[in-house]
Every structure is written in structure tokens, then in C-alpha cells.
């Protein structure tokens, strides 16, 4: 049976404030300390990030994603050795789902990918809305790393950690202002690198 239909809240800005899908948000309603390896957050864009980025391309399940009013499309490739379950594929807003972990019968990992235009406003801004926004939803303190690039875009990173699962994200602006986010929730026990740097090194976006 095919789950509810999953789609992203945007905010006044433009950021796709997706929908709070892991266990992390229906523990209690507290602040929970970061993991030692997460840097102090700084300002934007001169954090170091804990995350390289020289690990080979993913080679799994083929995903699209579209937003229709710019005519923006990209398509990424999540881990294979996972089975994946995706909502709303070829939409604006793309929920990937994995519950194959040996870390116990209740531990998953969440891809989620969003694309959405902005009305003028910078990366800086846009980063300090996201990391905002994302603490809200998670109820834990976020730290803003270094800007990086991916595949000639470039984009902000945000990263914490809840008691069960950590959290990466990504925010790459083109050109055209137009902001693809992509999210990555994983148990706390699981290599967050394995799981992120490959969808990351994935993605292209149509020319």
C-alpha cells in the first residue's frame, strides 16, 4: 500500500521546511546535546565540516526531482546497499526511505531532496533560515559548516545530532536562485559519511 502522500511546507523565504518524518521528532520536546565530533557553531560559512568529500558517486536506486515553475530538474542516485522506498519521485519535493540497518529493528535513514526558488535572497540568509528552521523541527542545536560545492554549485551545511539519529544537510543555490536542499537523517552508529557523501557526489542537474 502506498504511504501518504509527503509534501514540503515552504516558508515565507522560499526554504522548503519539509515534514519532520524520523523518530527524532516524536521523542520528547527537549534539547539534546551534540556529538562531541560536531564543531561550535560559528558564523556562517567558517565552520569546518566532518564530512569529505571523496567518496565515489552512489551507484543505487535512480531518483528525479522537479520544480515545474523554473523548469529545474536534477536526479541523484541513493546507496545501494540499501533498499530504498521513494515518495512523490519526479515532484519538487522527494521523501527516500531505508529501514535495512543492523543497528536494530527500529533504527532507518531518510533522504529527502527539495527544490525551490528563492525571491532574492542570499546564501548567507538562506543558511541562517534553514539552520534556524531545522532546530525548531528538531528541538536540538545545529551547527552551520564551511560552504562547500557540488558539482560547480555552491551551497551551505548544517549538521547536529539528536540522542538517536544525526543529521546532514546541504543547500545548493544556482544561478538562477533557484535552492536544492538535500537531508540526510541516519541512526547515531551508522557512518554518516557512507550514507551522504555518495548522494551528494550523485547528483546532476539538467543543463
Known sequence: MRARRLTPIVAATGLPMVLALSACSSEPRRTMDLQPAIPTPQSPGTATPTIASTIAPATGKLVAVLEETTNTAATLRLPKHARWSVFDEGSSGVVCEAFDFPLGPKTFAHVRVSIVPQLGTGLDEITETARDARQTQMQTPLTIGKNRAINSIDGYVIQG??????????????????????SFTVPRGANLADWAEPVLESIRWRK
Open 161 to 182: 545530532a539528536t540522542g538517536r539519529f544525526q543529521f546532514y544537510e546541504w543547500g545548493g543555490l544556482n544561478s538562477k536562485n533557484v535552492l536544492t536542499v538535500l
